[in-house]
């Protein structure tokens, strides 16, 4: 919202949300293409195109959750700052330092869940987790904005940076609604695969988007232009309430970042290391330890020498999340239906990825604009 002011922020958000719908529900009807599911994207790319599409397409994949596990991770070290600084502010615990704690917990967390599917009871967690956030979040916001006196919603910077900031948010609205991992989380849906993943699309980007405006709209509303990109650092209320949310905020990270790794852990576990014996096994273990924590470690390592993620999140999503998810949906429906689907929709098909690659490269561009700029004003292991 703050690089887009209230008009820009609010058409963002929808219009992002309907255009995610679509090509999530295009990826939805290919599912089931030659007889075969699909569950891995990678899987139903190589299918339509080929061997080396296959692997353009995982690389692609892998960047997009490389980027929302490093994400994660600052989120998790900005939540124990900002519990640490409720009790002592004096600067000891900088950021760093809470991003290695956290990325050190998501390993832990990583080590002893084996699989996805043994999530299990965690799903639930995670679910409460977001409650409690959510919930406190929209109550002080809610209070702060009744108490607060004027403020400011102009966006900040020349007319120059809000332009190219304008298109940047473009992609980074995409890189939020969307993971390029729709197939592997609907892997075990039950028969008809098709209708039941659409339903579930369609409940999600109705009933499940309306936590996510609420606390957009009501967390941006009492603080306009100054408002924190981790809002509980903007919010104001009773230190246990403050407590209570930032828990949750960092426990529901170490979940969700569980699952937007299943993907790099699963192709590497059958790749590498998977055994026929028991998933707690010395072998079983030991691999994990070595494999996930190695990768988490490069996760944490990025996330600590670069928390000011944020361009370099609108630059994956011009480059990584709109070409997997958009581009290449609206092409692969239009290579597998191509004798199912009339000239007009062919037609529209094609403009989709015409007008879809020139945004994105447009969005690349200001992304790089905006990385060359921040790099002269922020320090590596800055303690934002």
């Not at 490093?70 to 002592?88: E, F, N, P």
């Not at 070595?290 to 630059?315: C, E, K, Q, W």
């Amino acid at each position: 919202m703050v690089p887009l002011g209230w008009a820009g922020g609010t058409v963002g958000l929808i219009l992002a949300a309907a255009i995610s719908l679509y090509a999530n529900t295009l990826i939805a009807r290919l599912h089931e293409v030659g007889g075969k599911r699909h569950i891995r994207y990678r899987d139903l790319a190589g299918h339509i195109y080929g061997k080396r599409m296959h692997s353009i397409t995982w690389t692609l994949q892998y960047v997009n959750l490389f980027m929302i596990n490093t994400g994660l991770i600052i989120l998790a070290g900005q939540a124990l700052k900002a519990l640490y600084v409720l009790y002592r502010d004096d600067g000891a615990l900088k950021l760093p330092y809470c991003i290695v704690i956290a990325g050190v917990v998501c390993a832990l967390f990583a080590f002893g869940i084996p699989y996805l599917s043994a999530l299990g009871i965690w799903l639930g967690f995670s679910t409460f987790f977001t409650l409690i956030y959510i919930i406190a979040a929209l109550v002080l916001s809610i209070k702060d904005g009744t108490n607060a006196p004027g403020r400011d919603y102009d966006i900040p910077g020349s007319k120059t940076n809000k332009i190219f900031g304008t298109i940047g948010s473009i992609a980074t609205l995409v890189f939020a609604y969307n993971t390029g991992m729709l197939p592997e989380i609907q892997a075990t849906l039950r028969p008809p695969v098709i209708r039941n993943m659409e339903k579930a699309l369609w409940l999600q980007f109705t009933a499940g988007l309306l936590p996510l405006y609420a606390v957009a709209f009501t967390g941006y509303w009492p603080y306009g232009s100054s408002t924190s990109s981790y809002l509980l650092n903007s919010v104001n209320g009773p230190v246990w309430v403050l407590t209570l949310a930032n828990i949750a905020a960092f426990l529901q990270t170490i979940v969700s970042l569980h699952i937007f790794a299943s993907p790099i852990y699963e192709y590497l576990d059958t790749r590498y290391g998977r055994d026929k014996s028991h998933a707690f096994s010395f072998h079983s273990l030991w691999f994990r330890v070595a494999v996930r924590g190695g990768y988490l470690a490069i996760n944490t390592l990025v996330a600590a020498l670069l928390p000011f993620l944020g361009d370099f999140m609108s630059l994956t999503g011009a480059l990584s999340t709109f070409p997997l998810t958009f581009v290449l949906a609206n092409h692969m429906y239009l290579t597998a239906k191509k004798s199912k689907i009339s000239a007009p929709q062919r037609a529209w098909h094609w403009l989709n990825v015409a007008g879809l690659s020139c945004l994105a490269i447009a969005a690349a561009v200001a992304a790089i604009r905006f990385i060359v700029l921040h790099s002269a004003t922020y320090d590596v292991f800055a303690d934002l």
